[in-house]
């Protein structure tokens, strides 16, 4: 079965309202990473964590993972129509580098 | 610009026929990958490749190929037996102790 879940599977929002995307995986992962697929595009890495508890900031974008290294949030403060897309979370639940991408969020915006 | 290409764009295939897509980087990354997306999905890893002469099964082999002779290339064969080919092929790459993966901008494969 799926090995990192991630909710909500869509989300439509007001522009300038905030927006959230949980990731959870079913085991402790060394490390978490972010993507952003905007529509017809491919996925652009966003960042990674690997400390627990950790917490990073790109301009809207808060990012944190958490204490027990299995779960992960994206929050987005004061969305815009540039946030549309899909954001996925991505660990590597087996051995090896290889990642497992969870489901993601599809971030919807109204103008 | 170093980056990863892949081709062509969009792909259409008749049933009963294999079909290669090409995937070719020149960041020199050790690793690459194939995922598929179908539509409103996530991705699914189909094969991996950590070093060249080598590769491995992801999560949904079942009905393609790939081979690895060069480091820049891992070209991906979509087989007859592949019961639902028509997806969204995603190729990435990855360098050994780097972060995060850089993906091609896809191939978009549909069977008429």
């Known amino acids: 079965g799926q090995q990192v879940m991630q909710i909500p599977q869509y989300q439509h929002v007001q522009e300038g309202e905030d927006f959230t995307t949980y990731c959870n995986s079913s085991?402790?992962?060394?490390?978490i990473q972010w993507y952003k697929q905007r529509p017809g595009g491919h996925p652009v890495f966003l960042i990674q964590?690997?400390?627990?508890?950790e917490v990073k900031k790109q301009k809207r974008l808060t990012f944190q993972f958490g204490e027990a290294k299995k779960n992960s949030s994206l929050h987005i403060t004061a969305t815009q129509t540039t946030d549309v897309g899909t954001y996925f979370c991505?660990?590597?639940?087996?051995?090896?580098?290889?990642?497992?991408f969870g489901g993601g969020t599809r971030l919807m915006v109204k103008p | 610009d170093g980056g990863i290409t892949q081709s062509p764009k969009y792909l259409f295939r008749k049933e009963g026929q294999n079909v290669t897509l090409s995937c070719e980087q020149n960041?020199?990354?050790?690793?690459m990958y194939w995922y598929r997306q179908d539509p409103g999905q996530g991705l699914r890893l189909i094969y991996y490749?950590?070093?060249?002469?080598?590769?491995q099964k992801g999560d949904i082999a079942e009905g393609y190929s790939v081979s690895r002779e060069k480091k820049e290339s891992f070209p991906l064969t979509v087989t007859s037996a592949q019961k639902n080919p028509t997806a969204f092929y995603l190729c990435?790459?990855?360098?050994?102790?780097?972060?995060?993966?850089?993906f091609g901008s896809g191939t978009r494969l549909t069977v008429v």
């Open positions: 990435a790459s990855s360098a050994r102790g780097l972060l995060g993966y850089t």
């Open positions: 085991t402790t992962l060394s490390n």
């Open positions: 964590l690997v400390k627990s508890g």
């Open positions: 991505a660990g590597p639940v087996n051995a090896g580098n290889m990642l497992t």
């Open positions: 960041l020199n990354h050790d690793a």
């Open positions: 490749s950590q070093i060249v002469n080598d590769f």
